[in-house]
C-alpha cells in the first residue's frame, strides 16, 4: 500500500455501468447479500429507552429486497454502487469511491457531508480502529432492488455489508453482534442520528425483538413463527425529514408525558401482543394491531411533529377503500412521515391484489412483497 497518498487522492466518480470491470468469477471474492429492515412496531423505542424512563421494544424484519455484492482484498478502499434516481430507485449508472485504506483517510471520507459513500468510509474506519484490520477492500454492489431513504434501513444495509465483506475477506470470524456495533458506530460516525434497531437486518429473513435499555447492551431474542404471514411494504413517492422528526421528537420527550406513554408502556403492550401474533401466524391479529399502533401514533405520537407526521400520503393509502377488502391492517414505517407504509394481506393472492390496485391508483408508489415464512416443522 502506497502510504504516501494524501487526501487528494480520493477519488468519487460517477460514469456509466458498462465502463467498469467486473469481479465475477475472480478466485478472490466472496459473494454478499444483506436485506433492508421493516419495523413491524416499536419506532422510536430505540432511542427513547435511553433517557432511562422505560425499555423499549420493537419487532423487526429483513425484507425480501437488498443488496447483492462481491468483495475482495484490495491495497485501497474502494466501494462501487448503482446511483439511484429522484425517486430512490436505481439507474443504470454506478458511482465509485477509491481512497487510501489508512485510519486518517478513511475518517476523513467518514466526516465529508459532500461525499457520497461516507458511511462506507465510516465503517471501514471502525473496522480498522475496533477490529484491527489494516488492509483495503474492493466492494461492489452489482444489484439493489432496496428502495433508498424510505425509511427501510439502506444506509445501515450498506453499513452492514461493508463490515460483512471485512469479515469475510479477513476471516474475522465476528460474532453478528460485533458486526452490528461496528456498523452502527461507523454510520454514527458521519453525524447519522440512525437508532440500534437498524442493523438488525443482519439477521435477514428471521423476525427478531430487540430490547433497549439504558446503559446495557440490546438483547436480540429470535421469533419463530407458526404460520406464514403475507405482507407488503410500499415506498409512497413523498417526502420526509427524519433528522427533523427525530430532532422534533427527542426535544419533547423529556417534558410529554403522552410521548413517553406511547414510547414506553403503549409500546410494550403492543409489541408484546404482536410477538405472540407472529408466533401463532395470527395474520388477521397482527392486522388489527398494526391499525390500533398507528392510531396510537396519531394521537400521542404525530402532534409533536406536527409537519413532518401529517404524512398526506401514509393517511390516504391506509385509507384506500379499494384494498380494504384485502387487508387485515397497515401502519407506517420506521420514523413515519411519508416515507413507507406496509400491510398485513388476508393471503397472498389478497396482496397481489392489493399491489395491483394501488399500482394502477398511485403509479408513483412501487409495492414490495414481504412474507413471514414459518420456521420449524410442521407449521403451517
Known amino acids: ?6 487526501r487528494t487522492a480520493r477519488r468519487t466518480i460517477s460514469v456509466p455501468a458498462g465502463l467498469n470491470e467486473t469481479m465475477s468469477n475472480r478466485d478472490d471474492s466472496v459473494k454478499l447479500f444483506v436485506p433492508g429492515r421493516l419495523c413491524l412496531f416499536g419506532e422510536h423505542s430505540d432511542w427513547a429507552a435511553q433517557y432511562g424512563v422505560h425499555r423499549g421494544y420493537c419487532l423487526v424484519i429483513g425484507t425480501d429486497q437488498g443488496l447483492c455484492a462481491e468483495a475482495r482484498p484490495h491495497e485501497q478502499f474502494v466501494v462501487q454502487t448503482r446511483l439511484p434516481d429522484e425517486l430512490g430507485r436505481p439507474t443504470g449508472r454506478v458511482r465509485t469511491m477509491s481512497c487510501p485504506a489508512q485510519p486518517d483517510e478513511l475518517l476523513a471520507a467518514a466526516k465529508d457531508p459532500q461525499e ?20 483495503g477492500l474492493e466492494v461492489r454492489i452489482n444489484a439493489m432492488d432496496l428502495p433508498l431513504r424510505k425509511g427501510v434501513s439502506s444506509s445501515a444495509a450498506v453499513c452492514i455489508l461493508i463490515a460483512k465483506a471485512f469479515d469475510a475477506v479477513y476471516d474475522l470470524r465476528l460474532f453478528p453482534h460485533e458486526l452490528m456495533e461496528i456498523a452502527y458506530s461507523g454510520e454514527r460516525l458521519t453525524g447519522s442520528q440512525c437508532g440500534r434497531m437498524d442493523q438488525a437486518c443482519i439477521y435477514g429473513k428471521t423476525p427478531v425483538l430487540l430490547t433497549f435499555e439504558e446503559g446495557t447492551d440490546i438483547r436480540v431474542e429470535p421469533v419463530f413463527p407458526a404460520g406464514k404471514i403475507s405482507m407488503f411494504f410500499v415506498d409512497l413517492a413523498g417526502n420526509k425529514d427524519t433528522l427533523r422528526i427525530l430532532s422534533d421528537l427527542q426535544s419533547a420527550y423529556p417534558e410529554s408525558e403522552k410521548l413517553r406513554t406511547a414510547l414506553g408502556a403503549g409500546n410494550e403492550r403492543l409489541v408484546r401482543a404482536a410477538y405472540r401474533a407472529i408466533g401463532n401466524g395470527d395474520a388477521e391479529h397482527l ?57 398485513v394481506a388476508r393471503s ?33
Do not use: W
Not at 352 to 373: E, G, S, V
Open 348 to 380: 397472498t393472492a389478497d396482496r397481489d391484489l392489493a399491489m395491483d390496485k394501488i399500482a394502477r391508483a398511485y403509479p408513483r408508489m412501487q409495492c414490495f412483497p414481504l412474507t413471514i415464512t414459518a420456521q420449524f416443522p410442521g407449521a403451517r
Open 1 to 6: 500500500m502506497n502510504r504516501a497518498i494524501g
Open 116 to 135: 457520497f459513500f461516507r458511511y462506507c468510509a465510516g465503517v471501514a474506519y471502525r473496522m480498522n480502529r475496533d477490529a484491527g484490520v489494516t488492509g
Open 287 to 343: 392486522g388489527k394491531l398494526m391499525t390500533e399502533a398507528q392510531k396510537n401514533f396519531d394521537e400521542l405520537v404525530g402532534p409533536h411533529s406536527p409537519e413532518q407526521l401529517a404524512s398526506p400520503l401514509l393517511h390516504e393509502l391506509l385509507a384506500f377503500d379499494k384494498i380494504r377488502e384485502h387487508i387485515h391492517g397497515g401502519k407506517g414505517v420506521g420514523s413515519q412521515g411519508d416515507g413507507t407504509a406496509q400491510f
